[in-house]
């Protein structure tokens, strides 16, 4: 085993989690301004498209890391019927979920109950499609809707928070349906979807635009939230949720729906075409 991967078996992951995330809060000007300059340089972040282009004008470091886009920074893709990206990041993996298997990486996958931690709302999605997004440090943190939806409920879900840099989801079986999680589910116009939020080590934080700050607090077992009657409905391109730093987004759709042709590591924007709604099978 690699070193960078056996590291992710013994490092403790709440704990340094729990320490970056007040770090990243710290308001003191030098160490907000250094944390946010080695992020810029090293990752060569595009600060042209920020409502506030001046990184060293944030409050904290994690402000800056969810920062706001300009209006017109990006565009959803006109056809209704669409799948819009759900956040900047690049393509993991994509494509067919198989009797409810869903890929990986080369010699991984994992199933669709294990990840939403609910055998029946997985049974929508055996043989639907799903895409895996990366996001990385110099990526636009906030998370936005694919399609039209109005929330049903949340499943926070327990468990590790080991790193989703490629280097680990080529190496660590299951990843994904091992690090803590929050599962969020819509009913659209054509079936059900979710959009999992995918924790990671040092950067385990989400916060959704209903709820407020999710992540932490870690759950210790699973946490099911039923949203079906507080009538909260978001269109397709609103924010729904953020990453304080940053991780992964999974999107799982129902039979029905056509993933494009899309490319491992392929760069992806926010508001771009994924696939479209096909039709129903008969």
Same mark, same amino acid.
């Given at each position: ?18 320490? !970056? ?12 301004? %250094? ?5 810029? *340089?090293?990752?060569? !972040? ?18 800056? %890391? ?29 494509? *067919?979920?198989?009797?409810? *298997? ?61 790193? !989703?840099?490629? %280097? ?5 079986? *299951? ?18 979807? !979710? ?41 397709? %391109? ?45």
């Amino acid at each position: 085993m690699k070193p960078n991967v056996l590291l992710q078996y013994i490092l403790p992951h709440r704990f340094l989690s729990r320490i !970056v995330y007040h770090a990243t809060r710290w308001e003191w000007a030098p160490w907000k301004n %250094f944390l946010i300059g080695q992020i810029v *340089r090293r990752y060569d !972040v595009d600060m042209s498209q920020a409502a506030q282009p001046d990184p060293l004008a944030y409050q904290h470091f994690n402000a800056f %890391f969810t920062r706001k886009l300009k209006p017109d920074a990006r565009r959803a893709d006109p056809d209704p019927q669409a799948i819009l990206c759900p956040a900047d990041g690049r393509i993991s993996q994509s494509g *067919r979920i198989r009797d409810g *298997r869903i890929f990986q990486a080369k010699g991984q996958e994992y199933t669709a109950a294990e990840l939403l931690g609910d055998e029946a709302s997985a049974e929508a999605f055996r043989n639907g499609s799903f895409v895996t997004i990366y996001l990385s440090p110099r990526d636009y943190h906030r998370v936005h809707m694919p399609l039209d939806g109005r929330l049903q409920g949340t499943t926070h879900v327990p468990g590790r928070i080991f790193s !989703v840099a490629p %280097f680990a989801v080529e190496a660590i079986p *299951r990843l994904f349906a091992r690090n803590e999680r929050l599962v969020c589910r819509f009913d659209g116009e054509h079936g059900p979807f !979710v959009s999992v939020m995918v924790g990671a080590i040092l950067v385990s934080s989400v916060a959704t635009v209903w709820d407020g700050l999710t992540i932490p607090p870690y759950a210790a077992d699973i946490r099911r939230v039923d949203c079906s009657g507080r009538g909260v409905a978001l269109e397709r %391109f609103a924010e729904m949720a953020r990453f304080n730093m940053g991780s992964t987004v999974i999107l799982l759709l129902p039979e029905g729906y056509e993933i494009d042709a899309l490319e491992p590591q392929q760069v992806v924007q926010m508001g771009q075409r994924l696939g479209h709604w096909a039709g129903a099978k008969t």
